[in-house]
């Protein structure tokens, strides 16, 4: 039962069922909508990025495991205040630990806090059946961020 | 011929009533352990586990008497073809078909549907016509005609069902009418484990001139099914949840309808005369059989279908119930336990949600503790629609299922909630 206690802690538990950052902010400006066909679970992630990049605010709604809650629901509290550069890098390093690519994972830069925060949701990585939980908020929020780059391309 | 029917001693303790320890010892796979726990496994409606009979007959027949079929002249093509057409024959008295020639080998079920809706299908249905589905078809039996719809522009009406899973009938027979061409349903849900009335269904179907296709993957495991009686057109079902090996199906047609339907696939062994100007084909079943068939698996089919004979149906379906009746009773007073489908006439099988615990963190938990069930949305996402969530956990039982897996099962619930501090 040890695994299952790294698997389920403290905090994924308090966010699974207390998501925060729970809604649709009405000032929001790069949205995208994600689901995992094979149990259903379905996210929108919400951004407010600012003029500079940078992200003023972070939510998503949706319905899902505490897996896949808590994940959005911290991946929303560290992502305010970041850049689009470090939302991407905080995607592709998450992605990495996710998955078992911890060499490639980045985690110098982050502040002790976020990658705590980072290994706690990576502890998924034991159970692959259930990777793609923990990383369906992270990629709709990659998406989120990208496919708004393009509108701006093309403006 | 199996082991279990040569085997004299393995004979006589059938005759003295359900020994289910006995049974599981034919499973070499349930002695197994996982994550360090014995095996408790509660995923046979997803595909059942194969016991030794079966394992053995098909590596026999791959050292022994392996070689393709019905174009051979040699010894082992003869030994082949007898093999894979006694099987059809067994696969027919299965399901008490007229004839041999009723029955079409498949990949499995879904490859069954698809068969009828392209080849019946695309000859019968058009604009103006109907065809009637139930709410809580497994999306094998709503895609390919939702498929068929597209280019045939017929129209698809849904019969609903009631809080327990099970279908009104009052609202199918309004559905059903003059239009219909094609009525396509499940024998059992295999996320609810309702037994649905097919002989009634059937019954107002013909009274319109309507078609019946019946999805037995479920039923056939659990019912003993008898197609002239329940006077369905069409039956499908898998081998692999039969406790028979993956990669072969079933398609039971009455043979006049076989009989005027087109090819579904061409290639070899569906033809009669090839010419660069004209192709006839074969009489069915042969003729909805192009290129070599899952022949080693049909006869793993076959011999699942004499163990299953071999343990009498009636003490194996009185078994099931027993273990779903005590499961249920028992996981129905876990406190934030809610089973979904509750009709009076179900098989073996509990969808189950808890409050406060998504299905798929029960499944993870459940597996770490060696029980395996389903979490999801079961192929079925307007059932889910229709009882209001996104995902159940189900446990589904079998011939080798017992009482103390069932309390492992209820066990395993405790620790979810434990954990989730509910």
Same mark, same amino acid.
């Given at each position: ?155 | ?288 059989? $192009?290129?070599?068939? +899952?022949? &080693? !698996? @049909?006869? %793993?089919?076959?011999?699942? *279908?004499?163990? =299953? ?94 009482? $103390?897996?069932?309390? +492992?099962? &209820? !066990? @395993?619930? %405790?620790?979810?909630?434990? *954990?989730?501090? =509910?």
């Amino acid at each position: 039962m040890n695994d299952l206690r790294d698997l389920y802690q403290e905090v994924i538990l308090d966010h699974g069922k207390s998501p925060r950052n729970f809604g649709h902010p009405d000032g929001a400006n790069r949205t995208a909508h994600g689901h995992n066909a094979m149990c259903g679970d379905t996210i929108d992630v919400f951004l407010t990025v600012d003029a500079d990049g940078k992200i003023e605010d972070a939510a998503f709604e949706g319905q899902g495991c505490a897996i896949s809650v808590a994940s959005a629901s911290m991946m929303t509290e560290m992502l305010k205040g970041r850049t689009q550069a470090d939302a991407h890098h905080l995607f592709e390093t998450m992605h990495a630990l996710c998955t078992g690519h911890e060499d490639e994972a980045d985690l110098a830069d982050l502040d002790e806090d976020t990658a705590d925060r980072m290994q706690i949701l990576a502890g998924v990585r034991q159970y692959p059946m259930r990777v793609k939980c923990a990383t369906l908020a992270w990629h709709t929020m990659d998406k989120a961020m990208n496919e708004k780059a393009k509108e701006d391309i093309s403006v | 011929m199996t082991l279990a029917s040569v085997d004299p001693v393995h004979r006589s303790r059938r005759n003295s009533g359900y020994d289910v320890e006995r049974v599981r010892a034919d499973f070499p796979i349930l002695s197994r352990k996982v994550h360090g726990r014995p095996l408790v496994y509660l995923d046979s409606a997803a595909s059942a586990q194969k016991p030794r009979a079966v394992i053995d007959t098909m590596s026999r027949f791959m050292e022994e008497d392996y070689a393709n079929i019905h174009r051979g002249v040699h010894f082992l093509s003869q030994r082949s073809t007898d093999a894979f057409e006694a099987a059809r024959a067994k696969v027919a008295r299965f399901l008490n078909a007229a004839k041999a020639d009723e029955i079409v080998f498949t990949r499995n079920a879904t490859e069954s549907i698809n068969l009828v809706a392209q080849s019946w299908g695309r000859k019968n249905l058009g604009p103006g016509d109907e065809i009637v589905l139930t709410e809580l078809e497994h999306h094998a039996n709503i895609v390919p005609w939702q498929m068929l719809r597209a280019e045939k522009g017929f129209e698809i009406r849904v019969a609903p069902i009631d809080d327990t899973g099970q279908i009104r009938l009052d609202e199918t027979a309004k559905l059903i009418g003059p239009r219909t061409k094609l009525v396509a349903i499940s024998h059992m849900s295999n996320a609810l484990g309702t037994i649905l009335p097919v002989r009634e269904i059937v019954r107002m179907a013909h009274a319109q001139g309507a078609v019946v296709l019946v999805d037995g993957c479920q039923a056939a495991v659990h019912k003993q099914v008898d197609v002239q009686s329940l006077d369905a057109d069409f039956y499908a079902f898998s081998g692999h949840k039969l406790y028979g090996p993956s990669g072969i199906g079933v398609l039971y047609g009455k043979y006049a309808l076989l009989e005027a339907m087109p090819p579904y696939q061409g290639g070899g062994d569906m033809i009669d005369r090839v010419t660069f100007a004209r192709t006839t084909f074969k009489e069915p079943p042969h003729r909805f059989e $192009a290129g070599t068939p +899952a022949i &080693v !698996e @049909a006869i %793993g089919l076959a011999a699942a *279908i004499d163990y =299953l004979a071999d343990l009498s149906p009636v003490l194996v379906a009185d078994h099931e119930d027993e273990v779903l009746a005590y499961a249920t009773e028992r996981l129905s007073a876990i406190d934030g336990v809610t089973i979904h489908g509750t009709a009076a006439e179900k098989g073996a099988i509990i969808s189950f949600t808890m409050a406060g615990a998504h299905a798929h963190d029960i499944a993870t938990i459940l597996d770490q503790q060696g029980v395996a069930v389903r979490a999801g949305h079961h192929c079925a996402h307007p059932l889910m629609d229709r009882l209001g969530v996104t995902a159940t956990a189900r446990a589904s039982f079998a011939l080798y299922s017992t009482k $103390a897996e069932a309390d +492992a099962l &209820v !066990e @395993a619930v %405790g620790q979810v909630k434990r *954990i989730f501090k =509910l």
